[in-house]
Structure formats: C-alpha cells, structure tokens
C-alpha cells in the first residue's frame, strides 16, 4: 500500500530536542551542549501532541534527539506514548542513561551508538563521551530485560574498529546493529573532508559487514541495507516513507536528506500535518531535489537548511 491510503503514519520520529551532553563530530541534526532549537515545543505542547500521536493510532514512535532524556519532559512524553498503546524506540547515546526512567513502558528497542571499542577512538569523534558509560548502560538495558541495539556511525576515525564494535555489540546483547554509509548532514556536512571513509574503507568494511552477518546469523541481526543515503532516498522517489519526521519546534520535514518542511504543529494538528506530508511527496519541488540528490549526493548537505514548502508557512527559514 502506499501512503495515500493511510490514514496516519505507521511511525513517528520525534527529535524531542537538539540539546545534547556529546559534541559528535558525525551528528546530523548539528546537536551539542546548549544547542536546542529555538522555540523548541514545551512540555505542554509535547504532551498535546503525544496524545494526538495516540489517537491517530500510530503503532510506533522513534524519540530521539539530540539527546532526547535531557529534555525535562522525556519521561512524560514516552508514558503517555506507551500508555496510548504507540510502541517505542529510545536513541541515546548512553553516557547519562537512566533506565527506570523507560522500565514498565512498551519499549520496542533501546539503541545505543557506541562509535568505536577503545575509548581513544570513541571520545575522538564522540567529544565528551566515555565509552564506558555507553558500555555500562547497554548493561543496565538487558539488565532489565528490555531489547538492545547498537548503532555505529562509520568514519575515516573509527572505520578500522569496526569489527570490535560488532563483536562488542555481540558479547553485550544486542539482538541488533545498524550501520551505513555516513550521512551527509548537519555537522558531518561541515566536517565532511575531515570524516567520509574512502572507497577502499567502505569495500573493506561492506566485506566485515557480509562477514560477520554470516558469524552472527541467528544470533544478532546486522541492519546495513540500503547502504547509502541517496539508495534510501531513490527508494523513497518511489515509495514514501509512512514516517512523520518532527523537528523540535514542532515543524515536520519531508525527509531528513531534503531541506523542506511541510507542516507547523504549533499550528496544525497531527493528522493534518500528515496530509501535508502526503501531498508534499508530490510537489515539483520536493521530486525536484530528489533527482539533484541522486545526481549529486553533496545536495545532502544543504538538508538542514530549512524551507517552508507552502506558501502559506512563514519564509524560508535557514538554522
């Protein structure tokens, strides 16, 4: 089926904020300390939109950041998600994790980045993080009986541990990693010539990924395709997402590699926002851009450069 025929998306992902305790060198929403987006929605404004996520009946929300706990009302958000019903993915990076913020809710997955497997390589392209605080709350996850992955961000600083961090993401009990191409966003976008892998690190790691997919089969799942971004992307020209992507000012993107916004729920209600979504997919516009990032995948890095795509929303915002 696609979107049209769906009444509500399938899944949220919510950047609850762009706040955040690390300085990742490779994140793509531009996060670190003291970084939320102005005008970021308040707890009440958060917990109006959780419940409208609830009665639109979405199955699946992705609350992620920034680091999404570091926002006053994360816990609020999540229990009234999971008291509703809508399932729950929780992204953080772990190094100030508390799990019995998340214990008793429906959490589908607690994941976890943990960019390399000696701390030298981890706090050199996570600034501020300690492995062993990442490490320690993978612990506390399966300690509590709630499903773990592991995400690994791949760059010319951490591509040669790759094969530790699976291995480590193994013994921990991570049911899954997921990895990729580095994305060209936000301040991976600025820092591009400093991080993208080379060819012959991406060929050698793609043959760690087909092997080790091998050695764990059955045991963890190994999530790496589509590999790059612009494969997702030219799937997406095809087939849209059913996922909402909400900013934290409230303002929902068409897709996180295009710089367009099309909804304001400050303004807009959840399901009308998601109509917008559907009709966005088919402005010239927006299939536009989605030709320029197949021709030339360097288009990514405009994406965090905000544009409103109907007239009625305010001018071009650019952050």
């Given at each position: 089926m696609r979107?049209?025929?769906?009444?509500?998306p399938?899944?949220v992902?919510?950047?609850?904020?762009?706040?955040?305790?690390?300085?990742?060198?490779?994140?793509?929403?531009?996060?670190?300390?003291?970084k939320?987006?102005?005008?970021e929605?308040?707890?009440?404004?958060?917990?109006?939109?959780a419940?409208?996520?609830?009665?639109?009946?979405?199955?699946?929300?992705?609350i992620?950041?920034?680091?999404p706990?570091?926002?006053?009302?994360?816990a609020d958000?999540?229990r009234?998600?999971?008291?509703?019903?809508?399932l729950l993915?929780?992204?953080?990076?772990?190094?100030?994790?508390?799990?019995?913020?998340?214990k008793g809710?429906g959490?589908r997955?607690?994941?976890?980045?943990?960019?390399?497997?000696?701390?030298?390589?981890?706090?050199?392209q996570?600034?501020?993080g300690?492995?062993d605080?990442a490490?320690?709350?993978?612990?506390?996850?399966?300690?509590?009986?709630?499903?773990?992955?592991?995400?690994?961000?791949?760059?010319r600083?951490?591509?040669?541990?790759?094969e530790?961090v699976?291995?480590?993401?193994?013994?921990?009990g991570?049911f899954?990693?997921n990895?990729?191409q580095?994305?060209?966003?936000?301040?991976?976008?600025?820092?591009w010539d400093r991080l993208?892998p080379?060819?012959?690190?991406?060929?050698?790691f793609l043959q760690?990924l087909?092997?080790?997919e091998?050695?764990y089969?059955?045991?963890?799942?190994?999530c790496?395709?589509?590999?790059s971004?612009?494969?997702?992307m030219?799937?997406?020209a095809?087939?849209?997402?059913g996922?909402?992507?909400?900013?934290?000012d409230?303002?929902?993107?068409v897709?996180?590699?295009?710089?367009?916004t099309?909804?304001?729920?400050?303004?807009?209600?959840f399901?009308e926002?998601?109509?917008?979504?559907?009709?966005?997919?088919?402005?010239?516009?927006?299939?536009?851009?989605?030709?320029?990032?197949?021709?030339?995948?360097?288009a990514s890095?405009?994406?965090?450069?905000?544009?409103?795509?109907y007239?009625?929303?305010?001018?071009?915002?650019?952050?």
């Amino acid at each position: 089926m696609r979107i049209e025929a769906f009444s509500a998306p399938t899944m949220v992902t919510w950047q609850l904020t762009r706040d955040c305790d690390l300085a990742c060198l490779h994140c793509c929403t531009d996060s670190a300390p003291g970084k939320a987006l102005p005008g970021e929605l308040t707890r009440a404004q958060s917990l109006n939109l959780a419940s409208q996520i609830v009665q639109a009946g979405v199955p699946y929300a992705m609350i992620v950041g920034g680091e999404p706990t570091l926002a006053a009302h994360f816990a609020d958000v999540c229990r009234t998600l999971s008291d509703g019903g809508v399932l729950l993915k929780i992204e953080t990076n772990g190094n100030d994790f508390n799990v019995d913020a998340v214990k008793g809710l429906g959490i589908r997955s607690v994941q976890i980045s943990i960019d390399g497997a000696s701390q030298a390589v981890y706090g050199r392209q996570r600034i501020n993080g300690i492995l062993d605080k990442a490490i320690a709350a993978c612990h506390a996850v399966v300690a509590a009986g709630l499903p773990l992955e592991i995400t690994f961000a791949p760059t010319r600083l951490n591509i040669f541990e790759a094969e530790a961090v699976i291995d480590l993401a193994a013994k921990l009990g991570a049911f899954r990693f997921n990895t990729g191409q580095l994305m060209r966003l936000g301040t991976a976008a600025k820092l591009w010539d400093r991080l993208e892998p080379s060819k012959a690190e991406y060929a050698s790691f793609l043959q760690v990924l087909e092997r080790k997919e091998r050695e764990y089969a059955g045991k963890m799942e190994l999530c790496y395709k589509p590999f790059s971004l612009e494969e997702e992307m030219a799937h997406r020209a095809f087939q849209p997402s059913g996922t909402l992507l909400v900013l934290p000012d409230g303002r929902v993107k068409v897709a996180a590699p295009l710089p367009f916004t099309c909804a304001d729920l400050k303004s807009q209600t959840f399901l009308e926002a998601w109509e917008l979504y559907k009709k966005a997919w088919a402005q010239p516009r927006v299939r536009a851009a989605l030709k320029d990032l197949a021709e030339d995948p360097a288009a990514s890095s405009r994406a965090n450069q905000w544009v409103a795509l109907y007239e009625s929303e305010d001018m071009p915002v650019v952050v």
